[in-house]
């Protein structure tokens, strides 16, 4: 299977320039109180050896993470993501363009029909969110924004339109997010999917009913700021996911991340607000319910689409 091209492969070798450990890290101690991913890739294999994605649900599963929701970042990711969520139970899905895909397809000319296509899927009923769309001027030069803006726009609209939440990409755009949002209106469940901005801009967002979704890069010693920004909005404001293969957790960072690492996310996070583990993640949970309803409908057949190998 060829990498889906919205998303940038961690590197093989460390900062230091070492070879990267590419070994899954060991099952944690698993949670007393389930909990969800709220976003997750796992069509990205990315570690040795490499798991498919029902090898990643069943160990998350075996440490009480209850269900996944799995996030595409092109039109080929969310067709699959889309159709996995229709198979089976432990997963929902989020589909859009992801900002840093849309000045290709814009570039291409396809970028409406590509908006069309995605506002097809998210009919769909085990697709809950759209995302992950956004902002992201990271990577994104400057001839590229424009198209990202009118992108970035069109998924609001496709969430309103169909009642489902929205996953943001947020990177070095935190003031170009918030006036979107205020200028076009914020769907109903507004998530900030890796929540990266500091504690005022993380109160400003919980004053208007948006959620914050913290991954792993909260545990690394050098996210105070994070922490800081966890602490300051209420505990109903707060969501947990993986990012996986990305922002593996302290102690594997660096190492292949996957949904099956939450509960170290979680426990750090327990453990910065000085509340019970159990109690945080049943709050999660419920909060999780709230944005994307619940795992439990049954789903369906379906044996097409481009990764329907992987099935």
């Given amino acids: 299977m060829s990498e889906p091209s919205a998303y940038v492969r961690q590197r093989d070798t460390t900062s230091d320039g070492q ?25 990205i294999a990315d570690g040795e050896p ?6 990643q649900l069943d ?13 595409g970042g092109d039109l080929e990711t969310s067709r699959w993501s889309a159709e996995i969520a229709a198979r089976e139970p432990r997963v929902l899905a989020a589909v ?28 769909r009923p085990r697709v809950r969110a ?10 994104t030069a400057e001839d590229g924004r424009e198209a990202q803006q009118r992108s970035f726009e069109a998924h609001i609209e ?9 996953q943001i990409h947020d990177r070095d755009a935190h003031a170009e997010v918030l006036d979107t949002l205020k200028r076009v209106g914020a769907p109903e469940r507004t998530v900030f999917h890796c929540f990266s901005g500091d504690a005022e801009m993380a109160r400003l967002c919980a004053d208007k009913g948006w959620y914050l979704s913290f991954a792993g ?6 996210a105070t700021g994070l922490r800081d920004a966890l602490a300051a909005i209420p505990r109903a404001n707060i969501l947990i996911e ?70």
């Avoid at 759209?130 to 990577?139: K, N």
């Fill in 50 to 55: 490499s798991l498919d994605y029902r090898e």
């Fill in 217 to 222: 890069t909260v545990t690394f010693k050098n």
């Fill in 59 to 71: 160990r998350a599963s075996s440490v009480g993470v209850r269900g996944v929701v799995q996030v």
């Fill in 158 to 166: 496709i969430a309103k339109r169909h009642n489902l939440a929205l």
């Fill in 130 to 139: 759209i995302g992950e769309t956004g902002l992201d001027f990271y990577r």
């Fill in 242 to 311: 993986t990012d996986a293969p990305f922002l593996t957790p302290h102690p594997f960072r660096g190492r292949p991340n996957s949904a099956y690492l939450i509960p170290h996310t979680l426990r750090a996070m327990a453990a910065h607000l000085e509340t019970d583990v159990a109690m945080l993640a049943a709050q999660i949970a419920s909060t999780t319910e709230a944005v994307y309803g619940t795992w439990d409908s049954d789903p369906v057949t379906v044996e097409t689409g481009p990764f329907a190998e992987l099935a």
């Fill in 19 to 43: 070879s990267r450990n590419l070994e899954y890290p060991p099952l944690p101690e698993a949670l007393v109180v389930g909990v969800y991913d709220n976003h997750t890739h796992l069509e």
């Fill in 96 to 123: 859009a363009l992801h900002p840093n895909e849309v000045p290709g397809y814009a570039a291409s000319g396809g970028l409406d029909d590509a908006l069309a296509e995605i506002d097809e899927l998210a009919a």
